[in-house]
């Protein structure tokens, strides 16, 4: 090919290459323009794209910064990466202090949240899992947490986020509420009120308590078939279907009767029953709740109360005690027709009472022998205010009153006085021929045959009658001041004698001793004594009577006629005791019926104070009453009445604590069973009442502790009672046997209950002695020996 075709060849490639070229240009063009008009249009998305997650940003902010849980972001470590305020008042820390989420669990959560954990990165989520943690000041908190995992733009998990409540406040609410159900069901349950729960349209009763069932005798699955018309006494039928009516129809809340009811035997008893409704918010009945308390009792009582009123108003309108009640300002509130009676006032109590006698005492003046002295010596009281009793009123017509003045304080404040008045001329008379007497037998006592020794409690002579100086051979300047166990050289020791020379003992009985006079005669003395009181009640020794028997131990005959007689002494002793007790309670019996024919008239008139107060001085006239009782009681204990039968000493003492008042704080424990002895059953009960009675009486802990035990050594037990009491000295330990002695001032002491526990054991050959330390309590040992009783 030569040169010019080749240029042409050239040329023509070039022109097809620039042909090419600018097609190629101009498709490039095009694509630019699309890219460039693309790349516009992904600027403008772009831009859009970032304006809209900022506004979801600045919206996700806003709900992050206000929401009123606290919301907590970690890493997959479980340290907080992010945290709202809530969060942060709830846990106490801040983002800062770089704080891990699992350092916070309470120890007893650790290994559940590390299972809530796992199933969190296995889930992706969890809801309601509840754990306890620990704030920065060591709070704990109970929370519920529901939680999300946050993962990355490959997928894997990057973060977690959670809601955190705190339900601290609600779990103690609902196990209070759930507390309070349990309580309520336990109140419900041992109510000794009978409490059931009934639904309207239902048959059956919901829910009964313990005490209804027993008191109707089913059991509860019983009463759950049964409808109140089917337990209640046909009679009340229409009135409990009228009250049951009036409460649906909302006429009223709740009502109160008195109707019978069948118990599951048949028998009729009489319930004080208290319905409420329970309305939901239509007002329609929900539940009734009934609230039964067994009034049968109540309602004997009621009809022998109304019964004794009547025998009460026939007994006071022939009470032969004057009685005047007045008020602080000598308003008369109460004055009886004896009273009236007695001062010849022509009036009747019901004319009297509501007058005033601060300015009409005068009146009266002419009715006294002396009235000046009548006067002032009231005046005298009424300033005073303090009790008098048995003060001598002499009147003009020759009659002696004894009047009585006690004046009624409320809490401190004087409101009024009572005087009672009692006509005692014929024991005035009585008392001074009685004087008269004593004074002609104070010369016979100094003359008779008998000797009479007054000794001091430690056994140092006092006097001595001119008959025990010539018995003695011993003048009175040898004797006075002298102990007895000094002067006399006692040849026959026994426990008898020891007593006498201890002088520590009631010497109840006469006893013999042995002793040899001043000039060595040797002499047989019969000995009795007493104890010697003084006016304040207070022992203050003994009063010694001998008898020279000398010759009578020469005559058994004479011995014999002289135990008959002494025996016969007794036996009238006994029956004087219970004539005396008789004409003692008599007048306490007319006194009590005053008070409360006084109570019941004058309720409304008295007030709440001076009705205590009547009350106050019922109880000591039931004192004194049971004072009398048990001095009955210790005079008749001796061996000609006992009734020996096999006894289970078990039975017995569950019969003696039913008979016993026993505070909820006082606890009664048997050690081990008690056995069966062969005894007089009356006789033991009064032994383990006294000596219970006493340890209860004297119990001064908020728990009181009384233990019985016993042991045996072959035919003898050896009972224990055990308290942990106020304690006694030891100074004490043989006076509280003594009768009348009792420790402190107990209202509920009548100072016999230790007396007659020693004398029942003295009666079965047995012995009684204690162990005690003050403060910390008493233990009572006793032995009696199985069915032998001492004749």
Known sequence: MDLTERINELELRLKKEKSARIIAERNLEKKSRKLFDLSEALKQSSEQLQQLLTEKTSELEGVFSNISDAYVVMDIDGFVLRMNNPAKELLGFDVSENINLLDLVHPDYKSYTVEAFKQLFYTGSFSNYKAVILTKNNQEKTVQINASIIYDQEGKPKAAQGIVRDITEETLTKEKLKEQKSQLDIIIDNSPLGITLMEPGRTGFIKVNKAFCTMLGYSEEELMQLGIRQITHKDDHELTATYLSRLKNAEIESFSLEKKYITKDKNNIWAKTSVSAVRD????????????????????????????????????????????LEDEERNVLLVNEMCCSMFEMGVTPEELEGTNLKNSAENFMDYFKDPTHFMSRMQDVLKRKVRVVGEELELADGRILERNYTPVYIEGTYKGHLWSFNEITLQKNYKDTLKSQKEKYSNIIANMNLGLLEVSNEGIVLLANQSFTDLSGYDQEELLGKSVSEVFNYQEESDRVQNFMNLGMFISEPFEVKI??????????????????????????????HLDITRQKNLEIQKERLLQN?????????????????????????????????????????GEESLTNLDLMQIRIEKMDHLIENILKYSSIDSDRVDNRRIDLNTLLEEVQEMLYIPEHIEISVCKPLPEIVADATRMQQLFQNLLGNAINYSNKKDGRIKIDHTQNGSTYIFSVKDNGIGIAPEDHDKIFKIFRSLGNNDMSSGIGLSIVKKIVKLYNGKIWLESEIGKGTTFYFSLKNAVVKK
């Open 281 to 324: 918010e239509k007002n329609n009945i929900k539940f009734q709740i009934a609230i039964i308390e067994d009034v049968t009792s109540d309602l004997q009582t009621k009809q022998k109360v109304k019964e004794s009123e009547e025998r009460l108003s026939s007994l006071v309108k022939n009470l032969q005690t004057g009685v005047l």
């Open 516 to 545: 040899k006079t001043k000039t060595g005669k040797k002499r047989f003395w019969l000995v009795s004594g007493a104890p010697n009181f003084d006016i304040n009640g207070e022992q203050q020794g003994f009063i010694l009577i």
């Open 566 to 606: 002494l025996e016969r002494q007794n036996e009238q002793l006994n029956e004087y005791a219970h004539i005396v007790s008789h004409d003692l309670k008599s007048p306490l019996r007319n006194i009590s019926a005053l008070l409360s024919w006084t109570k019941e008239d004058f309720r409304n008139q008295l």
